[in-house]
């Protein structure tokens, strides 16, 4: 049975459809009657995922997959279209990552987690367009992040994938847009949410990584991506006024914040009260394989994650992102007036996101 046979519901591929972002985008999919395809490595989380879209009214399909290996994925995206026919969405959201300095993280680990979070990304992507470009018709959301403007340290790994993202992204939509295709892509840049990745990640940090502050839930990021695939021609969406705050300020002043997370990105990236180091690590096998257990969407943060982003809701609206964009411009400001010295003094706690905090100290003075 085709898509078509059920009143025109959509046919949507999620990558790391299994826990985080991926899977809250995918119950929202589900939601809305679609017709949603379940892509990650683990099937104990895909097949949790897939009844979590089936109770919300539409319907799932599971297929693991490892999507840094393209066979694999083109294979997917041939079962996606038997099942349910033409694909009209693609979410790319899988990745990997390690938390350590970069000389403590080896060339193996390197390379497996760049091959998941940047080429699993580009094989989705060639998958998408195999299938897309034939029909002149389809979007593809990249899941992005802050990161992939403004580097921390001990997220080598994740950053330069990022990085990466948004770089193979911009010289993809203008090759779209050379061809005049109706093929949308667009990039849905996030902030720190509460995904289970930090109890999965392989660490080499003293104690626990946790996201910096402040930080979003997946649902947050899930209505950002729903809505970016209903709107996919705007170049990329900012969720969260940090992730606006982070992305202009280091337009302005890099250099300033190299120093500035110098001194608070290490411990602003740990927490105490938990080990650092005996836990699970999904880099080469899932922690969710078949003697594993479903991780869900939410991580361990839900006391300290805010179920709501005015910003994105915001952006949402063309006429006010100018707006927002102003105001946060405004708050950046504020930040070069208030820096006197070429290094920011420390905070007092320093988990809080480096720009706001830069902001409110300007605001004292």
């Known amino acids: 049975m085709s898509r078509r046979d059920r009143a025109g519901a959509q046919t949507v591929v999620v990558t790391g459809a299994s826990a985080g972002i991926g899977r809250a985008t995918a119950r929202l999919f589900g939601s809305r009657g679609a017709n949603v395809v379940l892509l990650a490595r683990g099937r104990t989380g895909l097949e949790a995922a897939a009844a ?60 497996r987690a760049t091959e998941v979070t940047y080429f699993g990304f580009v094989n989705g992507t060639r998958a998408a367009l195999r299938r897309m470009l034939p029909r002149d018709a389809g979007a593809i959301v990249q899941v992005g992040s802050a990161l992939g403007f403004r580097s921390v340290p001990l997220q080598s790994v994740y950053c330069g994938a990022k990085h990466a993202i948004n770089g193979f992204t911009s010289s ?11 093929v949308a892509v667009t990039v849905v840049q996030m902030p720190a949410v509460n995904t289970p990745q930090f109890d999965w990640v392989l660490s080499r940090l003293p104690k626990h990584p946790r996201p910096v502050a402040p930080v979003y839930q997946p649902e947050v990021a899930a209505r950002a991506v729903v809505h970016a695939a209903a709107h996919p021609r705007r170049k990329q969406y900012y969720v969260g006024l940090s992730t606006v705050a982070t992305i202009l300020g280091n337009r302005i002043a890099p250099a300033l914040l190299d120093r500035y997370l110098a001194r608070t990105g290490y411990d602003a990236q740990q927490m105490d009260g938990r ?44 006429v006010l992102v100018a707006a927002a964009s102003a105001a946060a411009g405004a708050a950046v400001g504020t930040v070069l ?27 004292r003075r």
């Open 52 to 111: 979590e879209v089936e109770e919300r009214g539409g319907r799932a399909l599971v297929v693991p997959t490892d999507v840094a290996e393209p066979d694999q994925v083109e294979a997917a995206a041939q079962a996606a279209e038997d099942a349910f026919g033409p694909i009209d969405v693609w979410v790319n959201c899988a990745f990997s990552t390690v938390f350590a300095p970069f000389t403590e993280v080896t060339p193996e680990e390197y390379r």
């Open 172 to 182: 993809l939509r203008t090759e779209l847009l050379h061809r005049g295709s109706r």
């Open 275 to 318: 080990p650092g180091t005996t836990r699970p690590v999904n880099l080469w096998e899932p922690a969710d394989g078949p003697d594993g257990q479903d991780h869900g969407a939410h991580g361990i943060f839900d006391d300290s994650s805010r179920p709501h982003a005015p910003q994105a809701a915001l952006a949402r609206h063309p």
């Open 337 to 363: 007036k208030a820096v006197r010295n070429p290094v920011l003094k420390p905070v007092r706690n320093p988990v809080r996101n480096p720009v706001l905090k830069a902001v409110r100290n300007g605001r």
